[in-house]
């Protein structure tokens, strides 16, 4: 069974930095791509970046939010700056692979002040 684990959501001031992170564990530790989407109350869930063959980000974050993997491809990062409150919602690690996509439960962050 593979699980992904989420960590480092939180509350933050508008224009302050969060980052998140994103663990793999269990039977298949490496994938062909990780990433993050994310869902605000309301909305459908949105892809914000992925890492994989090449490196994706959604035009509503550019320049200000940076993907990371680490070498063993088990992990991702995701650097958020300059934070907006329209940035708000739950933001989910995904992990895609032959056998599949896997997803994380999702670590919330809100924008506020």
């Known amino acids: 069974q593979v699980q992904l684990a989420e960590s480092g959501g939180g509350l933050v001031q508008p224009g302050g930095s969060l980052k998140l992170s994103c663990q793999a564990s269990g039977r298949l530790l490496s994938f062909d791509a990780m990433g993050w989407y994310r869902q605000a109350p309301g909305n459908q869930r949105e892809m914000v970046a992925m890492f994989g063959a090449s490196i994706n980000y959604a035009d509503f974050v550019k320049g200000r939010f940076t993907i990371s993997r680490n070498k063993a491809r088990s992990g991702v990062y995701l650097q958020m700056n300059n934070l907006k409150p329209e940035d708000s919602g739950v933001y989910f690690c995904?992990?895609?692979?032959?056998?599949?996509?896997?997803w994380g439960q999702g670590t919330q962050v809100i924008v506020s002040s």
């Open positions: 995904i992990g895609r692979s032959r056998a599949g996509d896997y």
